[in-house]
């Protein structure tokens, strides 16, 4: 091989600098895309498995990127990803955290510390006639459609 010249050097060099400077807008534009939802309805379980308040962590990662809270007798499913740059959320006391970013949310969603500006949104929920829980993440219900039905199950007291 042979030995490069100042001037391919250099073009090489500066090559490799504009590459690697251009490495963290390409990483901050894919995640301020969002996550890629699931496309089809996601089973949750059984309606009698959520008998508590509180929040239920196991599809807050790939593929489906939602948590399930049941609170003030509703359940209902949400994001699990920070709205700020779409990071995973926590789970820390009585709110939804962002580690990365230190934004913080309430269970209900709300941003209650930025950097975060928007609320994390809800998906569609539905109980099946075989009392499985099913949430449809191709549904998002922004914070001002919260009261739409279709966006919590009601948990009848007992």
């Given at each position: 091989m042979s030995e490069l010249n100042r001037r391919e050097f250099m073009l090489a060099t500066?090559?490799?600098a504009v590459s690697l400077m251009s490495l963290p807008v390409l990483q901050s534009t894919v995640q301020a895309a969002g996550p890629t939802m699931p496309d089809k309805p996601v089973d949750v379980g059984?309606?009698?498995s959520f008998d508590k308040d509180g929040v239920t962590q196991t599809f807050a990662k790939k593929p489906s990127y939602i948590f399930i809270v049941r609170q003030d007798?509703?359940?209902y499913a949400c994001l699990s990803q920070c709205t700020h740059k779409y990071r995973p959320l926590t789970v820390r006391d009585?709110?939804?955290y962002c580690p990365?970013?230190?934004s913080e949310f309430s269970f209900q969603g709300t941003v209650t510390h930025g950097p975060a500006q928007t609320s994390l949104p809800r998906y569609a929920i539905s109980v099946?006639?075989?009392g499985h829980v099913i949430v449809d993440c191709s549904k998002e219900f922004s914070e001002k459609k919260w009261d739409d039905p279709a966006s919590f199950v009601t948990i009848k007291a007992t």
């Open positions: 500066g090559v490799a059984l309606l009698t007798g509703k359940l009585t709110e939804f990365a970013h230190k099946d006639d075989n």
